[in-house]
């Protein structure tokens, strides 16, 4: 029997490419977002393709209504839409720092929620998140990702040990620098941070920020990287609670277990804004 999946933010990066694998290891895959044009790909290769927010209560439910209409049944959720809101604290409105976390962190919860009826039900099921590495060290120039992040993990952690007795797993994917078009998304939030009142006072930082983030992600792991983990929490006996993809995502983590912060506060700043 197929195993059925649905997947936020599949447009792009980690998203598009967990959706292609699991449509090649013969899954069936509710592939979400909110620009369906560039998933034509993946509804050539078999996807469901469907518009979906998550930020709006009814898109996710129009979703999970749709998959268990046609289905009967959600195996794998894969919570993986997300941007960084860019550049330091006090450039934020409020508004911006609440849309950052009803993407991240609200977003996730309203998927889970949607799935955990009918994979209680059916007494099993994969809850996949992705959070990052950030959620264990933080950086200036993007601290409010990182908070969102922090709270992923937290949920995680929590929905972990609550859906154990129904059959459920649940895992965090927590990938470092990945080659994606996240700066698309992400690089106009520095933009308006820039254009802040106060912003003169953080201008050197925000320009190394800019040109350091910037060749991190170039230079980040492929997206098919990420995909293999996730696709061995979707399928795995046995799935990790944590995986850690890629090697700045395991330093990262080393460091702060090792280093503690009097290091890491020294050498962080100089990886993003000096």
């Avoid at 895959?29 to 469901?48: I, P």
């Avoid at 399928?235 to 330093?251: L, M």
């Avoid at 460091?255 to 700043?269: E, M, N, S, T």
Wanted: contains cysteine; proline residues 5%; charged residues 25%.
């Amino acid at each position: 029997m197929k195993k059925i999946a649905f997947i936020t933010g599949a447009s792009t990066g980690i998203g598009h490419a967990s959706a292609k694998l699991m449509l090649q290891n013969g899954f069936t895959v509710y592939a979400t977002a909110r620009r369906v044009e560039l998933m034509q790909d993946l509804q050539e290769m078999g996807a469901k393709v469907m518009r979906c927010d998550v930020t709006k209560d009814e898109d996710i439910l129009n979703v999970v209504d749709a998959i268990i209409a046609d289905e009967g049944r959600i195996d794998v959720l894969f919570a993986n839409a997300g941007f960084c809101l860019l550049g330091p604290v006090e450039l934020h409105s409020p508004k911006d720092v609440a849309y950052q976390f009803d993407v991240n962190v609200v977003g996730c919860g309203r998927a889970v929620a949607a799935v955990l009826p009918h994979m209680r039900k059916q007494g099993s099921g994969r809850i996949i998140i992705c959070s990052s590495a950030a959620g264990h060290v933080s950086a200036p120039g993007m601290a409010w990702y990182p908070a969102t992040k922090h709270a992923q993990q937290g949920l995680a952690d929590g929905l972990r040990m609550e859906v154990k007795e129904f059959g459920i797993h649940v895992s965090l994917i927590e990938p470092g620098y990945i080659d994606t078009d996240i700066d698309n998304a992400s690089f106009p939030y520095l933009d308006k941070a820039e254009k802040h009142p106060d912003a003169a006072a953080y201008a050197e930082q925000m320009k190394v920020f800019r040109e350091k983030w910037g060749k991190g992600i170039d230079n980040g792991a492929s997206p098919d990287t990420i995909a293999k983990v996730v696709l061995h929490a979707a399928t795995s006996p046995k799935p990790k609670r944590r995986y850690h993809p890629n090697p700045d995502a395991k330093f990262a983590i080393i460091a702060k277990r090792f280093l503690g912060y009097g290091v890491l506060d020294r050498i962080l700043p100089g990886q993003t804004i000096k």
